[in-house]
């Protein structure tokens, strides 16, 4: 479940980044006013503005709600336990077995 959200929140992502690099910006429209651009009659009269922005709301609300689902679940996880696999027996660490299992720095001890 996690690795599908991860997948549809990349995809969403990358469609927010997409949508938002084609859009044209608001001072764009200034040059068809004087009759330098008729480009935009490909998604009819009112140009590209409706479709791409309701895109791009709609890609945008999903990333954050994806975002806001991965955030929860990756804080949720239930903390694992070491099973030995040949005794199947959990394995417990203190503190003083994991500083013995960390190396010493070249030519320092280690305190006991």
Request: no cysteine; aromatic share 8%; hydrophobic share 50%.
């Amino acid at each position: 479940m996690f690795s599908v959200l991860l997948v549809i929140y990349l995809l969403a992502a990358v469609g927010v980044i997409g949508l938002v690099l084609i859009q044209q910006g608001k001072g764009a429209d200034m040059g068809a006013s004087f009759g330098a651009g008729a480009s935009n009659t490909v998604f009819g009269a009112s140009g590209s503005g409706n479709f791409l922005t309701r895109m791009t709301a709609i890609f945008a609300t999903v990333f954050f709600v994806i975002s806001l689902v991965l955030g929860n679940m990756s804080t949720h996880k239930t903390e694992s336990q070491w099973v030995d696999p040949t005794q199947g027996q959990v394995i417990e660490q203190t503190a003083d077995d994991v500083a013995s299992d960390v190396p010493a720095p070249v030519g320092e001890e280690i305190p006991q």
